[in-house]
């Protein structure tokens, strides 16, 4: 199945079964492996990338529902590193292996476009879709809250 | 680890290879390498000083790395300690991957091997990257005073650059470097004659990780996202125990999978792969094959919770087996038929799962004619996956091109000696002859886990007439994981006691005069390896726990029970006065427990205060606050070691409360992430670390926090609720049973 949809604003078009998570047609068709396989079932949110604005695990995504959809990726979220989330993460320190770090930025991004001032309870609640099992979770709070204040 | 038994006679072995300068940097800057991630390099051809040092006319200075970087930070660290003692300035600083050459690039901390892991790459190179670094000094300091026709004792360094102050001349190190000529032998550095931790202007002030930018605009590369021409994708359905084959492969439905290449029985129990043109064809092909399995009469057998029962009665010495010693001090038990009181104590530890983010996988591609490979594999030893993929294929290391790339967490799992990740993908490419990159699923990797043992523990304390604590004893009952995960060093250095499981039960901080830790060693067939904080892990939950059930049945403050164990050993006073200091524990708040915690990690001090609040119907436990003081000698990377230890302690927190693996029927019960539940950020509590400085060399941090967690959780469950809680992980269930009178103190 021949399917076209955007990704970080370019067309793309990707011939595969219909099922085909878009996940992979991201990181292997199209050769854009910052977005991160980590469980293959929505447990763990390395895969995240946003899909017409919203934020989308992109292993529970099939690639016959994104016709005509706009995709964003970690590598769309800025050309140079500078939206404010990515500023924040660089200031805070927050990677440590990094695997889970496009997905987490991806969420922080979309979660401060809906609510660009959120409480702690929010972005806790928010960002428990994901996993970091190098245990940033520290920094990546404390970076959502600075990309809140400086914007 | 193993640290104190390791002559330094590698400073001196290395210290002779300057001039060494045949040795080419070519090799390391090809392909996708990290040397591409780093920096570009030089345009004009640099002069190497050494093995590990080269300077362009530019000033450009590669500085060799040999650490596997999984976010730990140690492949900044190290470069940054040769580039403290040759003055250099840190944005000169182009680090480049060591290849997979142990001779040169080996740590003398860490037996010679090139191996990232046991927290051991900082406190294994420092001392010989400083004398790298000042041996270059050295060395462009002589050419500087032979070119101006001075003593080098007038002249002086700023960061690249040589002063010449009677005069004001100035040369940078890349001027230096473009005239410089190297002496036969390497100049000889007195301990003396490196910098005092004053002089310092790097170690103690943090810099970004080179890598860091790269995990945040998604441009990292780590084995996963590697693709070569050609290449293909791999998936292997794998034996459910070690040791069964497979007997019959029904493979119709997975070869009438579009996009299938080939399906492949492949030897020694790697599985059934399937070879496909993408990854989610290999992946529904495998879910396709229909395959029975030779029986495992031992493996197949195993029930992990029947058999803690067993374990324990082993320990308790119900069941009579040969104990193998492990640490001795003093007469050892002796005492305890002498002592005024005595004490016993009992825990136990299940198996638990890496979990690293990245699944497992690698990328091979053996040539036409089979007799050469190049692969890209994250793993913590870049020399055991060049051995393995030579073994495996059955030829020679130097036809096998290793391609360093950053990992997707560590914490042991990708430090097997067999390098279990790495043959599928050498078996499959040597079979279709193409590239290949096998990828594992979370449930390939938890399947195939390779577990931190389950373990039962039985402690025995004698009292003297004062009260004070006299005689030690630690039955440790587990697997043996060292005879798993790495025989060489079992057979070999180890001398066939298991180090990994054994860690932690030493105690050498305490004032106890008399101990002994001796361990029980059963065979499962149950797939072991260390995991982050190692056997310190399971220890520690026992040791910390009992010192703090000791203090607590004698009506002593558990803070007072250890400063006064600790009397002899001022830098564990230190973290422990520091961490008390903190939160406040000679004031805690009612409410909530408190507990403690305290561990000398191979020599780093560490102690932490957990404040937990329950829940008596659901029986769930809530971290607030933990608090950690750590002294881990020079503070290297500061903000790093802080980064370290709070991500250890959030792992600490799901070895304590939740993460679990059973095993029924041989067995793994676990797949993915609903039912193997780790640490998200709903569960953290307030985290501080605070740095206690010493100036002693350096120790080790990456894990060091992890162990604290179990025993400081159940010690303020202890303090709060009035039992104690005896199994790791403390899942509700289990608190509840012991909030039911299964477990009062
Ligand atoms: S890979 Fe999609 S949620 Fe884990
Ligand atoms: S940084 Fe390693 S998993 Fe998040």
């Not at chain 2, 125990?241 to 070869?255: H, L, V």
Request: glycine share 10%.
């Amino acid at each position: 199945m021949i399917v076209h949809f955007t990704v970080n604003g370019s067309r793309a078009e990707a011939d595969a079964p219909p099922e085909t998570p878009l996940l992979w047609v991201l990181r292997e068709h199209l050769k854009l492996p910052g977005t991160r396989f980590g469980c293959g079932a929505g447990l763990c949110g390395a895969c995240m990338v946003h899909i017409d604005g919203d934020r989308a695990f992109s292993c529970q995504t099939q690639l016959s529902g994104i016709e005509g959809r706009a995709v964003t990726t970690i590598e769309g979220l800025s050309k140079d590193s500078t939206h404010p989330v990515q500023k924040a993460w660089l200031k805070e320190q927050v990677p440590q292996c990094g695997y889970c770090q496009s997905g987490q930025i991806m969420s922080a991004a979309a979660l401060l476009k809906h609510s660009p001032h959120p409480t702690r309870d929010e972005i806790v609640d928010y960002m428990s879709a994901h996993i970091c099992r190098c245990g940033t979770y520290p920094r990546i709070l404390r970076a959502i809250e600075r990309a809140s204040r400086e914007g | 680890m193993l640290r104190r038994s390791i002559p330094e006679t590698g400073v001196t072995r290395r210290a002779l290879m300057i001039g060494a300068a045949g040795l080419s940097f070519a090799f390391v800057e090809r392909g996708f390498g990290l040397a591409d991630a780093i920096s570009p390099a030089s345009a004009a051809s640099p002069t190497t000083f050494n093995p590990w040092v080269a300077i362009a006319p530019d000033g450009l200075i590669s500085i060799m790395s040999p650490a596997a970087e999984m976010g730990q930070g140690s492949k900044t660290s190290l470069p940054l300690i040769l580039a403290e003692e040759l003055d250099a300035d840190w944005k000169d600083v182009r680090i480049v991957a060591a290849p997979p050459n142990e001779e040169i690039y080996g740590n003398p901390g860490f037996l010679g091997m090139m191996y990232t892991a046991g927290s051991a790459t900082v406190a294994g190179y420092y001392t010989p990257m400083r004398q790298f670094g000042a041996q270059v000094r050295r060395v462009i300091l002589d050419n500087a005073a032979r070119k101006w026709g001075v003593a080098v004792s007038e002249l002086r360094t700023e960061p690249s650059v040589v002063v010449h102050d009677k005069t004001g001349r100035r040369l940078s190190y890349g001027e230096i470097a473009s005239f410089a000529v190297l002496p036969p032998t390497a100049p000889q550095i007195n301990p003396d004659e490196l910098k005092r931790p004053g002089q310092f202007r790097l170690i103690g002030n943090d810099v970004t990780r080179f890598e860091l930018p790269t995990k945040v605009d998604g441009s990292a590369r780590y084995a996963i996202d590697i693709q070569v021409p050609g290449m293909l994708y791999g998936a292997l359905l794998t034996p459910v125990f070690p040791d069964s084959r497979a007997k019959t492969i029904d493979d119709a439905a997975a070869r009438a999978v579009h996009g299938v290449v080939g399906i492949y029985n492949l030897p020694n129990g790697v599985g059934v792969g399937v070879v496909a043109e993408t990854p989610w064809a290999a992946f529904t092909a495998k879910d396709a094959l229909r395959v029975s399995w030779t029986p495992s009469p031992k493996a197949g057998a195993f029930d992990s919770e029947a058999s803690m029962d067993r374990y324990a009665a082993i320990s308790r010495g119900e069941i009579s087996q040969q104990a193998t010693l492990w640490d001795k001090a003093g007469d050892g038990t002796d005492g305890l038929e002498t002592a005024t009181e005595t004490l016993t104590g009992e825990y136990r530890c299940d198996y638990a799962y890496h979990a690293q983010m990245e699944p497992l996988n690698a990328v091979a591609s053996v040539s036409e004619d089979g007799n050469s490979v190049e692969i890209w594999c994250g793993t913590q030893s870049q020399a055991m996956a060049v051995r393995v993929a030579a073994s495996t294929l059955g030829i020679d290391r130097s036809k096998v091109k290793f391609n360093e790339v950053l990992l997707g967490g560590g914490f042991g799992r990708r430090g097997p000696q067999d390098q279990d990740f790495l043959v599928g993908a050498l078996l499959l490419s040597r079979e279709v002859k193409r590239p290949i990159k096998v990828l594992w699923t979370r449930e390939d990797d938890i399947r195939n886990g390779r577990f931190r043992p389950m373990s039962a523990h039985r402690i025995e304390a004698g009292f003297g007439k004062g009260g004070e604590l006299t005689t030690w004893h630690h039955r440790v009952t587990t697997d043996n994981v060292s005879i798993f995960q790495d025989p060489g060093r079992y057979y070999g250095p180890f001398k066939q006691r298991d180090m990994l499981s054994l860690l932690g039960t030493e105690l050498p901080t305490y004032s106890i005069p008399n101990r002994l830790s001796e361990h029980f060693a059963v065979d499962s067939g149950v797939r072991l390896a260390s995991l982050r904080g190692i056997g310190f892990t399971a220890n520690k939950f026992a040791t910390e726990s009992f010192v703090d059930e000791s203090a607590r049945k004698r009506g002593i403050d558990p803070l007072e029970f250890r400063l006064s164990l600790t009397r002899n050993a001022p830098r564990a006073r230190a973290v422990l006065e520091a961490v008390a200091e903190m939160s406040n524990w000679r004031q805690r708040r009612p409410g909530s427990g408190y507990g403690l915690a305290y561990i000398d990690y191979s020599g780093t001090q560490i102690a932490g205060v957990a404040e937990i609040v329950m829940d008596r119907t659901s029986g769930e436990i809530r971290l607030k606050n933990f608090w950690v003081a750590i002294d881990p000698g020079v503070a290297v990377q500061p903000d790093n070691i802080v980064a370290q230890t709070e991500g250890s302690v959030v792992y600490g927190m799901g070895m304590a409360l939740s993460e679990q693996i059973t095993i029924k029927d041989g067995e793994i019960q676990q797949s993915n992430f609903y039912d193997y539940t780790v640490m998200r950020m709903r569960d953290l509590p307030n985290i501080e670390v605070r740095i206690v400085r010493s100036d002693g060399r350096p120790t080790g941090v990456g894990q060091m926090a992890t162990p604290l967690v179990a025993p400081a959780i159940g010690n303020a469950v202890a303090e709060l609720a009035g039992v104690r809680l005896r199994h790791t992980p403390m899942l509700p269930s289990r608190v509840l049973a012991a909030l039911n009178g299964g477990a009062r103190q």
